[in-house]
């Protein structure tokens, strides 16, 4: 559990609330608004900012720029026009002196849509779709890997040595076969089909020196006509001559036909047929064998459907649900209750070295949490881990269900604190001890004055970071799946562990064992986002009810 | 980008067209166009990879008058290079694993390799099956990989004829306290079904049965047959409740520390891991893992790393130049040899190898009965659920319902894509 800002569209809400709900104003505080108010007035005039805003401006420019030339080269027309639109328009807004309000409101909308909006949008296109291993790319695409693989060496047929070569400025493959008595033929391959050369001069490997009448290409001229070497089909009888590279080439045939009439595949051999099903994106012959490579199809509410008819899938949903409830409730609570105590202790103005302890506090914050998870992963290990050395125990920490979650909230506890210590010592200094001084004045005692006067101040602050951090940790999907993988497993059902939270149960399903389904993964997506932004809608309904009592 | 991905497949679907045209003796129409990859090539591989490659692929440039790039993927090159691939920004050559070989089909991003029967023959025949999928040639092998058994002698001077043996010796080691663990077989506690599979094999499991070609048949999954459950029962025998040679908290992270450390004899593992152990100047020998007594073959599954041509690449001509005609040489196959220790795919490069280092002999001895491992797509259904039917009977459950229980999870996930 690290920053929850970070943590993607769930967490935006809990946010951008902070600043109006976090600190009370204090009456003899400088506003804020205000200070930046007279900024504006004074602003106009200062050289500075008019360089400031030019070398934004150009660097928001320079990166327009550097887009353009690949999407010329991909053809992307639409894409080009919104840049160009939005380059535009960003550029006038910072050169007029007026629209001011949208000066402040752009910059958030344009990365508002680019970094939450599109990826929503296409979230949800994508989970009406079969999208994923086998069902990537459109129908041609898979027509066209079929049939190229499958192209076979025509049997018994000669190896040819290829010298490519010009004619008349179009390219001739120089063929150079070899006979059991060691005499070389050579031949000249065009779209017609074979001709032989007779005067032709052959090196040692079966390079042609030199043919009247043709120009042989050099290694590096027939490196730059690559395409058309590999585009060129020599007919045979039996099917055509190909380039197997520059040096090389092979007598193919095709052993399997797209017929775009009957909208089906032949197997050349078999005489089997693969008709299209669009509802499945394969080819499928009558005995509901498919092809390996599919296309992209919509599948409707399929992978909707799945998640919910499914027993396999649906049946371990609510058990995994609870579990990842508790998880990420219990890794908030433990981690804000360790983080707030850490820094009530600090704020004590009897303690001395704060500034050491508070810098030794955040450490685990320092550290990249995936290298943290494995590190306490190996430390529960039952023979080589630390903890089980350190305390002469000999406990399967990792390999039975209660004592596997009660480590996972530990070690989020760990990961988690630091952050909850920060925002803490951040909040309760700006809660003036004016207010602690006055209810102990008035005889509450320190617990009090902490339950009655501090935490609450302290909740309205700090509730918004709370949220976010429970819809983080309700999809933290590193704690889980570096640490026990869903596991421990029961010995009856191999397919969802005690550990498994929602997100680590449904990656299996969509990338474990059926290969990559984006489709599929796409709908729990959205499923999941349904899930927290319910919770987190909920949760701040009453919080907003908590902030209009200490208004 | 897309579009022109479109373009250069319907190309490439002119041309196959043209092929199936060729028959019936009507005009093919290649249309020619110039050269889109301007004579460059650009090859992925992962970072082991990378630096021996740029100096062979820069002779190959030189040979051949173009310029190729040579990209390092850290990380998930196979997903990396599926997704590039379909957007039209993939390489023109992959370097990779020959199991990928069946996703990489299906996703329609890599091409045959005409190899020529001579080409063919001069590789081991175990390699070139390996590369091979539904009847096609896929890619050109370059190295094989197995695991074996790797045995310190300081501690373990005789070989184990029998797993049995090999208990019976790891058991008497920790009873006199030279050693703390019978065996290192990595499992975790997600189970490791590559390291456990010669065990398995050996006591009678299996995972597929066989089609009539003899290529594994996904339709027939195989892991809780009465022979596997059987298996199962074994491994149990071995496992936490049991011998106490098998356990979960043998993991891949701690398995070298361990043999280095020489607090165990016996250690199942590759040749990826001989470099460490040769680092901590322990005395080792490479044997074929043992079979139980009286039990079958331990197999390993065997592993080959193959180039491969991208289907949507830019030079495919050059591509298939350099991989079905550059890299199969046996100076490429030293070099990659040379910068990262597994054997060899090509004979001639085996030999000059096993004259380099003798452990090269031995690693191929404890792979000549390998089982390639499936290319099959389905075979990513197999890892989770079989690692996790290991788990539970190191731990002591049931076979049959761990057997069960992941022959349901597999047919689950082949069935339901």
């Known amino acids: 559990m690290t920053t929850p800002a970070t943590s993607g569209g769930t967490t935006s809400a809990g946010s951008d609330r902070s600043p109006r709900s976090g600190v009370p104003r204090q009456p003899g505080r400088r506003d804020p608004g205000r200070a930046l108010g007279a900024a504006r007035f004074s602003r106009e005039t200062t050289t500075g900012f008019l360089i400031g805003r030019v070398i934004a401006l150009g660097l928001v420019g320079a990166i327009d720029l550097f887009m353009v030339p690949p999407l010329i080269a991909g053809g992307h027309w639409a894409g080009l026009a919104i840049l160009v639109v939005v380059s535009v328009a960003v550029a006038f807004l910072y050169l007029t002196t007026r629209l001011i309000p949208y000066k402040y409101l752009i910059p958030g909308t344009i990365f508002l849509i680019a970094f939450q909006v599109l990826p929503i949008l296409y979230t949800l296109t994508t989970a009406f779709t079969n999208f994923g291993d086998a069902h990537r790319g459109s129908k041609e695409e898979a027509v066209v890997a079929i049939q190229t693989s499958s192209l076979q060496q025509v049997a018994n047929a000669p190896e040819y040595a290829l010298s490519p070569a010009l004619k008349d400025g179009k390219l001739v493959f120089l063929l150079v076969t ?85 909208d089906c595949v032949t197997d050349v051999d078999s005489g089997t047929k693969y008709t299209a099903d669009e509802t499945q994106g394969y080819f499928v012959s009558p005995s509901g064998e498919h092809l390996a490579q599919g296309w992209q199809v919509s599948v409707g509410l399929h992978n909707y459907a799945r998640l919910f008819t499914d027993p396999s899938i649906s049946g371990p949903f609510l058990g995994s649900f609870v579990w990842n409830f508790a998880f990420a409730l219990l890794s908030v609570f433990c981690s804000f209750a360790l983080g707030l105590a850490c820094a009530l202790i600090l704020h004590s103005p009897r303690v001395r070295g704060t500034k050491f302890y508070r810098t030794l506090l955040i450490l685990p914050y320092a550290m990249p949490s995936f290298a943290m998870l494995l590190v306490w992963r190996d430390m529960f290990n039952t023979d080589f881990g630390l903890v089980n050395r350190l305390f002469g125990l000999h406990l399967d920490w990792l390999g039975q269900p209660w004592t596997a979650r009660m480590t996972l909230i530990l070690i989020n506890m760990w990961m988690g604190f630091p952050y909850m210590f920060l925002v803490a010592t951040g909040a309760l200094q700006a809660i003036p001890r004016e207010l602690t001084e006055a209810s102990s004045i008035d005889g509450a005692s320190p617990w009090q004055g902490f339950r009655r006067v501090t935490l609450p101040l302290l909740l309205v602050a700090l509730s918004p970071l709370l949220i976010s951090s429970f819809a ?50 796409a709908a729990i997506s959205t499923i999941i986002f349904a899930i927290v932004a319910t919770m987190s809608i909920l949760v701040f309904r009453r919080t907003r009810a908590l902030e209009e009592v200490y208004k | 980008m897309r579009r022109r991905t479109v373009f250069a497949a319907l190309g490439a679907a002119a041309s196959a067209s043209a092929l199936a045209a060729c028959g019936s003796n009507e005009t093919p129409s290649a249309a020619p166009s110039k050269d889109k990859g301007n004579g460059k090539l650009v090859i992925w591989a992962d970072t082991k990879r990378t630096a021996v490659l740029k100096k062979y692929a820069d002779q190959f440039g030189k040979d051949n008058g173009i310029t190729v790039e040579v990209k390092e993927v850290a990380e998930n090159l196979q997903t990396v290079f599926v997704t590039a691939s379909q957007q039209g920004s993939g390489p023109d050559v992959v370097v990779g694993a020959h199991d990928w070989i069946g996703n990489l089909v299906q996703n329609g991003a890599i091409d045959p390799v005409q190899l020529s029967a001579a080409q063919k023959s001069a590789f081991a025949a175990a390699a070139i099956k390996a590369v091979s999928f539904n009847g096609q040639t896929y890619g050109a092998p ?44 990595q499992a975790g506690a997600q189970g490791d079904a590559y390291h456990i599979y010669p065990l398995y094999s050996s006591a009678g499991g299996s995972m597929f049965g066989l089609t009539s070609a003899g290529d594994p048949d996904p339709k027939n999954v195989t892991v809780n047959s009465a022979e596997s459950i059987a298996a199962f029962a074994k491994l149990k025998d071995l496992g936490e409740k049991g011998a106490g040679a098998l356990k979960t908290s043998i993991a891949a992270e701690n398995v070298v520390a361990t043999f280095t450390s020489k607090k165990s004899a016996f250690f199942i593992t590759g040749a990826w891991n001989i470099a460490d152990i040769k680092k901590a100047g322990i005395k080792y020998e490479i ?37 079905a005609n550059y890299v199969t040489n046996k100076e490429v196959a030293m070099a990659l040899y040379d910068a990262d220790p597994r054997p060899p795919a090509l004979l001639a490069a085996i030999d000059e190898a096993k004259a380099k280092d003798p452990d090269v002999a031995k690693w191929l001895d404890a792979g000549k009965d390998g089982l390639p491992m499936p290319a099959i797509p389905e075979m990513a259904a197999i890892w989770g659920p079989f690692g996790n039917a290991e788990v539970a009977v190191i731990k002591g459950n049931d076979p049959k319902t761990a057997a069960d229980a992941a022959a349901k999870a597999i047919n689950d996930a082949i069935t339901k894509k």
């Not at chain 1, 042609?208 to 009448?213: F, L, S, T």
């Not at chain 2, 893992?289 to 289907?311: H, S, T, Y």
């Open chain 1, 178 to 262: 070899t006979n059991d008595a060691g005499e070389k033929r050579v031949q000249a391959g065009t779209e017609d089909g074979l001709a032989d050369v007779p005067d032709a001069s052959v090196g040692l490997t079966g390079r042609i020196n030199d043919a009247p009448g043709y120009t042989v290409l050099t290694p590096a001229e027939a490196a730059g006509r690559a395409e058309q070497i590999g585009a060129l089909a020599v007919p045979t009888d039996q099917g055509a001559i190909k380039s197997s590279g520059l040096s090389r080439a092979v007598e193919l045939k095709a052993t399997k036909l797209y017929d775009p009439g009957c």
């Open chain 2, 287 to 323: 044997t074929p893992v043992p079979a139980f007594a009286g039990g079958k073959p331990a197999q390993p599954f065997l592993g080959v790393q193959a180039f491969f041509v991208a289907a949507k690449g830019k030079s495919k001509a050059l591509a298939q130049e350099f991989v």
């Open chain 1, 472 to 521: 983080y940790n309700f999809n933290n999907f590193n704690a889980i799946q570096f640490v026990t993988r869903g596991g421990p497993y029961p010995p009856d059902n191999v397919s969802s562990g005690a550990t498994d939270i929602l997100i680590t149960y449904t990656y299996r399903l969509a990338f474990g064992g059926g290969g990559a389904q984006f489709g599929f993964a």
């Open chain 2, 142 to 185: 370059y190295a094989l990989e197995n695991i074996a058994l790797v045995r310190n002698t300081d501690l373990a001077p005789a070989v184990p004829a029998s797993v049995e043996e090999l208990v019976k010796a790891g058991q008497d080691l920790k009873k006199a306290g030279k050693a703390s663990e019978i065996l290192l077989c």
